[in-house]
């Protein structure tokens, strides 16, 4: 996704429907007691072409899901398999979601509009097929702050309040419910590919990957890469560009995102699907985002692995296709893919000059060192050293000084206390004042803070 939405006209343009017949099964939306417009995304509404409606009609669409002029006739609730926790489920597929829209933007590129909370489908299992209130307020705080920390992720394009009573095991029952409307670049996950894998459906996968070649362009392999003509070889270096980038930007982030299973891993590399997850209140590579990973699989330091595991686990479904050395080939440029991102990303989070890899790894050591010490949260320690502010005479310092400050960092801005965050405490409190006083003051601050944030990072 574009960092920064530029205005568009609505240009529908449901490609979906190339690939409908298995990709997916038509559904219908439930239909709800109540629809109470709680959040809506002016910014990427306009990169849409879709801020023109009113808020009857913004609920007919976002809400009630009345089909867009030009799109879908009906959603699509899309099916795939998935590896959860390394263990393979077969029955998994939108349970509580659909495709709803696709359309371009300014730039040409097709972006989704999908759901999350919008009734049962045939994948819902023993599931109600619905989001709680706090959940949807969960995902804006998220893609907010990725969004600003310019990690590629959805965007919490609406949220509509249903007038149900949910309940839940992980939240005080019964709880509000909700229906989210979330912008993406696209919807086809690993998982899409496995479950044409499991099922044998070698034209299927075939065309997926044309699909995904079309529909989310990127560069070719490297000179030299083995089987560089192979659509699925293509795909695969792609899929692990973005991936390896994607993996980097959470680190730099200081992002858990708690459940990295293949079904939740976007082929456009888009972050997506947000749960349990969490900001690190510390630099801790052991850090758990989700209660029920209790072996730390996916905790913040093995955020990496666990992509490439993802990634592995798409070059074996590939591997119907062509012969698996190209592949391996492909999946190899993961680790240095990601030393080079984390070097680029860090340093730019940091207002300063990569000056290459032997250098800016040995910055982000002494950085990890320095916050391990100091014990600041990450939000608050890159806040401080921007542009090299701060810089004492640790490693750390003595370290940063040597890569030239790119930005300046002296409006008031920097001269705060401490930067916006999302820390637990501060969604819980968020969440309370929605919660027990409908007070939604509080959410609207704090992502003004969020986007003012993501303004000075640039
Ligand atoms: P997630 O952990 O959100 O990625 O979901 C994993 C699977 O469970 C997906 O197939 C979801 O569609 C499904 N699922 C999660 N919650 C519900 C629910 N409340 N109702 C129906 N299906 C659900
Ligand atoms: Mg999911």
């Known amino acids: 996704m574009p960092s920064e939405p530029q205005p568009a006209p609505y240009l529908p343009d449901p490609r979906i429907e190339t690939i409908a017949e298995w990709i997916g099964d038509p559904v219908a939306p439930a239909a709800f007691p109540r629809h109470q417009l709680r959040w809506h995304n002016r910014r990427w509404a306009a990169a849409v072409g879709l801020d023109g409606f009113d808020e009857t009609r913004w609920v007919q669409h976002f809400g009630q899901f009345a089909p867009l002029p030009g799109n879908l006739p009906q959603p699509l609730a899309l099916r795939y398999h998935g590896h959860q926790f390394r263990t393979y489920n077969p029955d998994l597929g939108d349970g509580r979601g659909f495709l ?12 989704d509009l999908g759901t999350k909370g919008s009734g049962q489908t045939p994948w819902s299992r023993d599931g109600d097929g619905r989001l709680t209130l706090k959940g949807a307020v969960r995902e804006i705080l ?21 007038g149900e009573e949910l309940w839940r095991g992980d939240e005080p029952s019964p709880t509000r419910s909700a229906v ?8 086809i996950r690993i998982g899409s590919f496995q479950r044409l894998y499991a099922l044998e459906e070698k034209a299927h996968l075939e065309a997926l990957v044309a699909y995904c070649l079309e529909t ?26 973005r991936l390896a980038d994607l993996a980097a930007s959470w680190m730099v982030a200081g992002f858990v995102h708690g459940v990295l299973n293949t079904d939740n891993m976007n082929i456009s590399g888009e972050s997506f699907d947000y749960g349990p997850w969490r900001w690190l209140p510390r630099w801790d ?19 990496p692995e666990a992509l490439l595991w993802n990634c592995a686990q ?28 984390m070097g680029r990303r860090f ?31 990450p939000e608050q320690f890159f806040f401080l050293h921007r542009a090299a502010r701060n810089a004492g005479e640790d490693d750390f310092g003595t370290l940063l000084r040597l890569h030239a400050p790119t930005v300046a960092a002296d409006d008031a801005f920097w001269r705060q206390d401490a930067p916006p965050g999302v820390l637990i405490d501060e ?24 986007r003012d944030l993501g303004r000075h990072l640039g």
């Open 100 to 111: 709803f829209a696709q359309m371009r933007d300014a730039g040409g590129r097709l972006l």
């Open 142 to 162: 998220a893609t907010e702050m990725l969004e600003a920390l310019g990690v590629d992720t959805s965007k919490t394009f609406s949220v509509v309040e249903t």
């Open 180 to 187: 989210l409307v979330r912008l993406s670049h696209g919807h």
């Open 216 to 241: 989310y362009p990127g560069s070719p392999p490297p000179p030299g890469a083995p089987g560089r003509e192979e659509p699925a070889v293509i795909l695969l270096h792609q899929v692990v560009e």
């Open 285 to 303: 590579p052991r850090f758990t985002a989700a209660y029920f990973d209790h072996s730390g699989l996916y905790a913040f330091g093995r955020q």
């Open 314 to 341: 798409l070059a074996q479904a590939l591997s119907m296709l062509v012969e698996t050395a190209p592949l391996v080939a492909a999946l190899d440029r993961f680790g240095p893919l990601y030393q080079q991102a």
């Open 347 to 377: 340093t730019a989070r940091l207002g300063v000059e990569s000056r290459g890899p032997e250098q800016d790894a040995a910055l982000i050591q002494a950085a990890e060192r320095a916050m391990v010490e100091t014990g600041l949260a």
């Open 427 to 450: 969604v819980e409190r968020i969440w309370a004042a929605i919660d027990q006083h409908d007070d939604w003051s509080e959410l609207h601050a704090k992502v003004e803070a969020i």
